[in-house]
């Protein structure tokens, strides 16, 4: 069965600390990776994606990476800021068919 | 572009009656997607459509759930009869398919309650 899972399911840090967040997946063969964030009460911002071919992907503070190996990607935030508190979501797609499936998501605080 | 615009934004009904939840999807996708969202079971997806012809119907939970898109920019999903257990946030997305990366973008999603 293919599963997405995420670790820890929440996380708070002081304003300012670099954090990593972890996404695992039990298959592999993946097409590509996609990071979500999501705002209380709203819907779900697109924040990277990684092809199956790349090995991470950065974009400002954020920098994304793919272990297919291993299974593994991780999301990178540097010097983190009070709005970065949301929850964050990895998806993976294993196929041009465009099904994603998601992991539960890290809930992030980010204290001042 | 406006993004995926879904309505409504809450609905509030009684047990046994029918729910229609409505998404138009950002201009030129060809992807559209229904997902729902609980705390115990996450995101899951419902209901893909590509070019408007449903490709993947297996999340749907039962007959009581449909989904239609009768064109390129709109998409139903309907609920009859609906039950308490179906109270969860209900999400569209789109998405520009392999030019796009299959990038997908969400609407701000419509919260269901079943009383």
């Known amino acids: 069965k293919q599963e997405v899972t995420q670790i820890p399911a929440a996380l708070s840090v002081p304003e300012g600390e670099n954090l990593v967040l972890n996404c695992s997946f039990t298959d592999s063969a993946i097409y590509n990776l996609q990071w979500f964030r999501q705002d209380p009460g709203k819907g779900l911002t697109s924040l990277l994606l990684?092809?199956?071919?790349?090995r991470e992907q950065t974009s400002g503070r954020l920098n994304a990476s793919l272990d297919k190996s291993s299974g593994r990607s991780t999301l990178y935030i540097a010097a983190s800021q009070p709005g970065d508190s949301a929850t964050y979501l990895c998806?993976?797609?294993?196929?041009?068919?465009?099904?994603?499936?998601f992991g539960q998501g890290t809930e992030l605080s980010v204290k001042p | 572009d406006a993004g995926v615009i879904q309505s409504p934004r809450h609905e509030v009904t009684e047990m046994g009656q029918e729910v229609t939840l409505r998404c138009k999807p950002i201009?030129?996708?060809?992807?559209l997607f229904w997902y729902r969202q609980t705390m115990m079971r996450g995101l899951e997806l419902l209901i893909y459509?590509?070019?408007?012809?449903?490709?993947?119907d297996s999340g749907m939970p039962e007959d009581r759930f449909s989904a239609k898109m009768p064109n390129a920019s709109f998409s139903t999903l309907k609920i009859q009869p609906s039950e308490p257990r179906d109270s969860a946030v209900y999400f569209c997305a789109s998405s520009l398919g392999q030019v796009g990366s299959y990038i997908q973008y969400f609407g701000a999603g419509t919260r269901l309650s079943v009383l």
């Open positions: 201009s030129g996708h060809d992807y």
């Open positions: 990684i092809q199956s071919s790349q």
């Open positions: 459509f590509n070019n408007n012809v449903p490709i993947d």
């Open positions: 998806a993976v797609r294993y196929n041009q068919g465009g099904k994603l499936i």
